[in-house]
């Protein structure tokens, strides 16, 4: 199956800040690097890719692959829709300020909320973890598959590494806050007071 390549030469897709990678399930990933300049990629699940240089403009419709299409509607602004395959969707909305929900696969969500800097690194499967680094904004909440979900607050500093899986446990590095409550899958939570800098917990409270 051959990927679709829509090429339009006005730059602007207010979204200036590079590093972004998301692995998305154990299908493909999406690679964002440098958004409004050329160079945009983004590989589909296993079926194709679509490959994106600077297409900053309202109503472009690109279907992908025979499993779905890709809707694409005022792309630098509020409104983005992107169904991705059968399986789910890629929601953006205002991509580099607060509010940009990003549905993925029928399995679960990522919720990210004013977190616009480079270095996001957020492998999201049921057999896989979210590694999150330089992510210095509060209020970020990422349900995370249909197992559970992970609600951080106030936690701003780089360096923070939490394997969620049902199976797993969940490790925090760099967390200097009091007053984080984090469930984790429908096992159990994770109740934490007053952390230390440099704490590390690997057992989730059942």
């Given at each position: 199956?051959?990927?679709?390549?829509?090429?339009?030469?006005?730059?602007?897709?207010?979204?200036?800040?590079?590093?972004?990678?998301?692995?998305?399930?154990?299908?493909?990933?999406?690679?964002?690097?440098?958004?409004?300049?050329?160079?945009?990629?983004?590989?589909?699940?296993?079926?194709?890719?679509l490959?994106?240089?600077?297409?900053?403009?309202?109503?472009?419709?690109?279907?992908?692959?025979?499993?779905?299409?890709?809707?694409?509607?005022?792309?630098?602004?509020?409104?983005?829709?992107?169904?991705?395959?059968?399986?789910?969707?890629?929601?953006?909305?205002?991509?580099?300020?607060?509010?940009?929900?990003?549905?993925?696969?029928v399995?679960?969500?990522?919720?990210?909320?004013?977190?616009?800097?480079?270095?996001?690194?957020?492998?999201?499967?049921?057999?896989?973890?979210?590694?999150?680094?330089?992510?210095?904004?509060?209020?970020?909440?990422?349900p995370?598959?249909?197992?559970?979900?992970?609600?951080?607050?106030?936690?701003?500093?780089?360096?923070?590494?939490?394997?969620?899986?049902?199976?797993?446990?969940?490790?925090?590095?760099?967390?200097?806050?009091?007053?984080?409550?984090?469930?984790?899958?429908?096992?159990?939570?994770?109740?934490?007071?007053s952390?230390?800098?440099?704490?590390?917990?690997?057992?989730?409270?059942?």
């Open positions: 199956m051959a990927a679709c390549l829509i090429m339009d030469p006005y730059p602007g897709i207010t979204d200036p800040y590079p590093g972004l990678r998301i692995p998305i399930q154990g299908y493909g990933y999406l690679s964002r690097i440098t958004d409004p300049y050329p160079g945009l990629l983004i590989p589909i699940q296993v079926y194709g890719s490959s994106r240089i600077t297409d900053p403009y309202p109503g472009l419709r690109i279907p992908i692959q025979d499993y779905g299409s890709l809707s694409r509607i005022t792309d630098p602004y509020p409104g983005l829709l992107i169904p991705i395959q059968g399986y789910g969707s890629l929601s953006r909305i205002t991509d580099p300020y607060p509010g940009l929900r990003i549905p993925i696969q399995y679960g969500s990522l919720s990210r909320i004013t977190d616009p800097y480079p270095g996001l690194l957020i492998r999201i499967q049921v057999y896989g973890s979210l590694s999150r680094v330089t992510d210095p904004y509060l209020g970020s909440r990422i995370i598959q249909d197992y559970g979900s992970l609600s951080r607050f106030t936690d701003p500093y780089p360096g923070l590494l939490i394997p969620i899986q049902g199976y797993l446990s969940l490790s925090r590095f760099t967390d200097p806050y009091p007053g984080l409550l984090i469930p984790i899958q429908n096992y159990g939570s994770l109740s934490r007071f952390p230390r800098p440099g704490a590390e917990l690997t057992s989730p409270r059942f």
